[in-house]
T-cell receptor, first 115, second 109 residues
Framework: DADVTQTPRNRITKTGKRIMLECSQT?????MYWYRQDPGLGLRLIYY???????NKGEISDGYSVSRQAQAKFSLSLESAIPNQTALYFC??????????????FGEGSRLTVL | GQNIDQPTEMTATEGAIVQINCTYQ??????LFWYQQHAGEAPTFLSY??LDGLEEKGRFSSFLSRSKGYSYLLLKELQMKDSASYLC??????????WGAGTKLIIKP
């Protein structure tokens, strides 16, 4: 089983619908992230969380919200989806305790299409 | 502002060697990462450099010069499965990762 699991893997929805992407991890990491990836633009950070009580906006947080339900769970919501939110979304975790590099471990991705 | 530059696309021949460059300007430096990403898949970790010099791991090597804000990823004995995008990322003084847009590597027989 994957250490970082995203659901759903693929989703097609309509403009204006509410969408939730879920992420769970078994790595025991405190830090979790949501990225979106568009062709030619690389990875862009949406939100990140360093522990259950800590939520921070990334560079492109407008139109998104997150919830850190537990150390192992971090969900991303689109309250009212729009077509330019069509993208590949990745959840990731990291560990910056002493001796760790801060390497990111990624989920398999959630491909979202907004019509 | 913070910036990571790497070539958009490169082409190489199976069995050859290719070097993918990455230059960066960031607020502080806490390490540089290289990731490989096949189309439609998640990025996977390749290497980490925090001190100047060359780190070798099998067919892949990564070099860092902090004074020049420069790194490269060297891939030897290229195989068709090496066709992928290669992402350079720098961890800044706040331990945030700054990502380059990635280099798409095309391997030809």
């Amino acid at each position: 089983d994957a250490d970082v699991t995203q659901t759903p893997r693929n989703r097609i929805t309509k403009t204006g619908k509410r969408i939730m992407l879920e992420c769970s991890q078994t790595k025991g990491h405190d830090r979790m992230y949501w990225y979106r990836q568009d062709p030619g633009l690389g990875l862009r950070l949406i939100y990140y969380s360093f522990d259950v009580k800590d939520i921070n906006k990334g560079e492109i947080s407008d139109g998104y919200s997150v919830s850190r339900q537990a150390q192992a769970k971090f969900s991303l919501s689109l309250e009212s989806a729009i077509p330019n939110q069509t993208a590949l979304y990745f959840c990731a975790t990291s560990d910056l305790r002493t001796g760790e590099t801060g390497e990111l471990f990624f989920g398999e991705g959630s491909r979202l299409t907004v019509l | 502002g913070q910036n990571i530059d790497q070539p958009t696309e490169m082409t190489a021949t199976e069995g050859a060697i290719v070097q993918i460059n990455c230059t960066y300007q960031t607020s502080g430096f806490n390490g540089l990462f290289w990731y490989q990403q096949h189309a439609g898949e998640a990025p996977t970790f390749l290497s980490y450099n925090v001190l100047d010099g060359l780190e070798e791991k099998g067919r892949f090597s990564s070099f860092l010069s902090r004074s020049k804000g420069y790194s490269y990823l060297l891939l030897k004995e290229l195989q068709m499965k090496d066709s992928a995008s290669y992402l350079c990322a720098v961890m800044d003084s706040n331990y945030q990762l700054i990502w380059g847009a990635g280099t798409k590597l095309i391997i030809k027989p």
